[in-house]
């Protein structure tokens, strides 16, 4: 061996070791700057959230597939609930049983193509697959030949359950203070027991579950401003459940506003863009092979849940599996004249769901520009955006769509009593209040006639409104003491 090769091998070697020192080092630092014992304890509440979640809402599914079953199918788990029981207006729908099942078994029997476009759309529900491609890869996830239909409904409850535990994190990182971690667990386990959600998503095996836990995941990077991971798990959600697109829109706003604050307009539309093109080639990933088979079909199969846009005031009464719309809802509580058929118009041609969600859009950018934005305060806006900008659709809501709300709405409801949880004094009320009024939102949806779901949850929003402004108040007026007293001790 020449010397210069020599040479060469000692120089290899020496980078080498550098490169691996360099790494350990990193590697080290990455563990020193992470809190183990604070995330081995947070890692360990949420699997219990979890486990507790879906234990509840599997012991629900088999009370009521034991009593108030449609067909007597000897295995329990193979059995369909009534609609209503006990004549309880639940509306639960057969969605699970007529659709699901329907598609799971064609997907392994048949090798269907869930965006083919039929010349002739009989009842078939082969015709009628209407969701991006993760739903069905949810439904076949853990389902095989010959087991019971719960391995189809086992990832959407466990998604459902899931989401106590991304309550948690989210109102810990609201509330970064000493007893957050407690008021967390105290708004988790309200999650874990939400009557809404263990009604439509652990008995009647609806499809919110995992759209839900998703767009949670996206709006806890989105308060800590890590935005890629924020439009990657949006990207998941809108795969999952078209209405997570919805959230684009405010989260962007939000995104622009937080960038060109702090780096300027240039840096912020850059790295804004970036981050929007992530959004779009998830999707489009995912989408692979379905777009590329077909993409009038597929657009056509996203599309099957719209309705045409009217540029009228007609009011339609909505058949019994339908959705029911703002405009109807006020029509049945008696409201008349020129404002009933401003709203409907409104509602018809889709002009009021882009006035209050633009709106909203601007206000969280213009607050986050300002530095006026907390992230209490996104939260309730983002609550008042969720509801909003369903309820003014052209189309309607049905009463499960709330399961998709309820964490929402729940964390919001909690951020925004939080000034109150830092009084001693005022904690016991504060938690009897919310936990009050976050089940008694609850089992007053469940319970009321689905013609006035709209209208309920529009006054859900003027509630949360107000609390949301007293809130405001609140904190800006301990600012304000605060800062008097820091002012009184420095002279």
């Not at 000692?10 to 080290?28: G, P, W």
């Not at 034991?66 to 029981?85: K, L, S, T």
């Not at 907390?374 to 900008?389: G, K």
Request: with cysteine; proline share 5%; hydrophobic share 50%.
């Amino acid at each position: 061996m020449t010397e210069e090769s020599t040479l060469r091998k000692t120089n290899r070697e020496s980078r080498l070791a550098n490169l691996h020192r360099s790494l350990f080092r990193q590697i080290q630092d990455w563990w020193k700057e992470h809190n183990w014992a604070t995330i081995g304890f947070d890692s360990a509440v949420i699997i219990c959230l979890l486990a507790f979640g879906s234990l509840v809402r599997l012991l629900l599914a088999y009370y009521f597939r034991m009593n108030f079953f449609v067909e007597a199918f000897e295995n329990p788990w193979n059995r369909h609930v009534y609609g209503n029981p006990n004549q309880v207006p639940f509306f639960g729908f057969s969605d699970f049983s007529h659709y699901y099942l329907s598609w799971v078994h064609a997907w392994f029997e048949e090798g269907w193509n869930p965006y083919r476009w039929p010349e002739t759309f009989t009842d078939d529900p082969l015709n009628y697959y209407s969701y991006p491609p993760l739903f069905l890869y949810t439904l076949v996830a853990l389902w095989r030949p010959g087991v019971s239909n719960l391995w189809v409904a086992l990832p959407m409850v466990i998604a459902d359950a899931a989401c106590a535990g991304l309550v948690y994190l989210l109102l810990k990182e609201l509330m970064k203070n000493n007893p957050s971690r407690g008021l967390a667990f105290f708004g988790a386990l309200l999650m874990a027991i939400a009557p809404i959600n263990l009604i439509y998503d652990g008995v009647y095996w609806l499809n919110p579950g995992p759209v839900t836990l998703f767009t949670l995941c996206s709006f806890y990077f989105a308060i800590k401003k890590q935005w890629w991971q924020t439009f990657f798990w949006l990207a998941i959600a809108t795969m999952t459940k078209q209405n997570a697109l919805f959230f684009s829109y405010p989260l962007f706003m939000f995104m622009l506003a937080q960038k060109t604050r702090e780096r300027g307009v240039k840096q912020a539309v850059i790295e804004s863009v970036v981050n929007a093109g992530l959004f779009v080639l998830t999707c489009v990933f995912i989408s692979i092979p379905w777009l590329f088979l077909s993409p009038a079909h597929y657009g056509g199969h996203l599309l099957f849940p719209g309705k045409p846009l009217e540029l009228t005031t007609t009011i339609l009464e909505p058949p019994s599996n339908q959705c029911v719309t703002f405009s109807w809802s006020l029509l049945v509580l008696g409201l008349e004249g020129w404002l009933l058929g401003a709203i409907a118009f409104g509602i018809n041609s889709l002009l009021l769901m882009v006035l209050v969600t633009t709106s909203i859009a601007l206000l969280i950018c213009w607050r986050v520009y300002e530095n006026k934005l907390d992230s209490i305060e996104f939260f309730i806006w983002i609550a008042l955006y969720t509801v909003l900008s369903h309820i003014f659709m052209p189309r309607g809501v049905y009463k499960f769509y709330t399961a998709y709300y309820v964490p929402i709405i729940l964390v919001a409801l909690l951020g925004s009593l939080y000034p109150l949880c830092r009084e001693n004094k005022f904690l016991p009320f504060t938690l009897l209040f919310s936990m009050t009024l976050f089940l008694g939102f609850n089992i007053g949806l469940l319970v009321i006639h689905r013609w006035i779901v709209p209208v309920y949850l529009f006054l859900v929003c003027l509630v949360l409104a107000v609390i949301g402004s007293i809130s405001g108040y609140l904190i800006k007026k301990q600012q304000n003491n605060s800062l008097s007293k820091t002012i009184n001790s420095t002279f």
